[in-house]
């Protein structure tokens, strides 16, 4: 049995270990994958609803007298769906920075759990090479089959949590606006049912998985799954094994 | 022939510096089973350690076969406790999730030897130490503390060495399979003429060894 025939079955060496490292690194990269979506999907609505309405409202002490820029005048609900998208953004990002750490982690986890092995491997005769190789070909299947499950499940779940995710920024931006009244609910009154066409064009938002996005995603976990597992592997095969072996 | 001259291993912990082996000499001849006693802390595994080149002496020099192991670089190192060293823990360590065969076999893969004749050499060492072939394709932990320590001792014997260290190879077991390891270890050192130098609390086991040092505070006494 080669280093690489030992990093696979390793990969399998305890069900419950694989099937727990699979679920939170498939979650985190389906997570990863429908806040890029919506970060995608949103950006590009916004881009559509700024090219659609217009720009300035520009308003007299005698009223209304128009705006410049085209298009048509934005409701109060198209206010409130706009401020929306925008925060949604924001969640957006703020969620799927903190979804890579879990596949580092994770990497970093099963390297640390077998110090005692590596520790034996190199007084048994392994090389530094070897035992990187067999832990990176560890990694790099377990996160395979996660980017592959992650990626099913991210393109099945990627529109509910957008327009959940949107419907959730609304209602609450709308509430804002309600509670907060004076110049600016007035305003969001005034300009009231006018526009519609540009607001239901934002709620309607639909994210769409291309083959490019698939690669690109797929090409990012091998690169963590690598970089996660060689780095602490090995820093620790620089350890002296009798320093591992104290250790435990 | 194993020929340890001054040796000698500091740590430093915390403030204090620590002096785990201190200025210590022997010769052990070729094919001779040697213990090596003391208490808890005495410095026994550390200079087990560095016999095994698992870790760096201080200051002194480490002769096996005429070679100043002290000397060696990182990849000679590497080769060293491949082809010329045999360990054997305390806890067996072997690897969890290979079977008795696959664990033996592995050192003869880091050693580059081709998987027919590692099959064929692991089958005739776990016969040599007693294991039922039934057991062979078994996991560790489906194998009594005996029984693993049998495969760690056939594991050590994998490459052939000239030299096997012992770490309490009899501190998991009961009288009766310490024994048996203990009459295995010495059987081996004869008939492969290896030299075996093994740590251990157990008196008794020292009194069946060709030679024994004991040690207190990092010196042989």
Known sequence: MGVISRGVRNAFRNNVRTVSIVLILSVSIAMTLIMFLALKTVQSKINDVKSSVGNYITVSPAGIRGFEGGGNLLADADVATISSVSNVKKVVKSISDRMNNPADTNMVMIVRERRREIGVLKAIGASNVSIVTQFAVESLILTLISAIAGTILGTFLSNPVLNVLVSNSETSLQNSARNAGGPGGAFTRFAGGVGQGAGAALRNLHATVGWQIILYGLAAAVVIAILGSAIPAFIISKVRPAEVLRSE | ?221
Request: net charge positive; aromatic share 6%.
């Open chain 2, 1 to 221: 022939m194993l020929k340890v001259m001054n040796l000698t291993k500091k740590f430093q912990s915390g403030e204090q510096n620590v002096i785990a082996v201190s200025n210590v000499s022997f010769v052990v001849p070729e094919g001779v089973f040697a213990t090596v006693v003391g208490k808890s802390g005495s410095g026994k595994s550390t200079l087990l350690s560095l016999l095994g080149a698992l870790d760096k002496p201080s200051s002194g020099e480490i002769f096996v076969d005429g070679e100043n192991i002290t000397r060696f670089g990182d990849r000679r190192l590497i080769n060293y406790r491949r082809s010329r060293i045999g360990f054997v823990f305390q806890n067996y360590n072997l690897i969890p999730n290979l079977s008795a065969l696959e664990n033996v076999m592995l050192p003869m893969e880091f050693s580059g030897i081709k998987a027919g004749e590692r099959s064929k050499q692991a089958v005739k060492l776990l016969k040599e130490v007693g294991l039922t072939k039934d057991k062979f394709r078994r996991r560790p932990t489906k194998l009594s503390g005996g029984e693993q320590q049998r495969v760690a001792i056939a594991r050590a014997l994998a490459n052939k060495p000239k030299l096997i260290l012992a770490d309490e190879p009899t501190g998991n077991l009961d009288t009766a399979a310490g024994e048996i390891i203990v009459k295995l270890m010495k059987e081996l050192a004869k008939q492969e003429n290896t030299t075996i130098i093994a740590v251990t609390h157990d008196s008794s086991m020292s009194e069946k060894a060709g030679m024994h040092f004991t040690m207190k505070d990092g010196k042989l006494i």
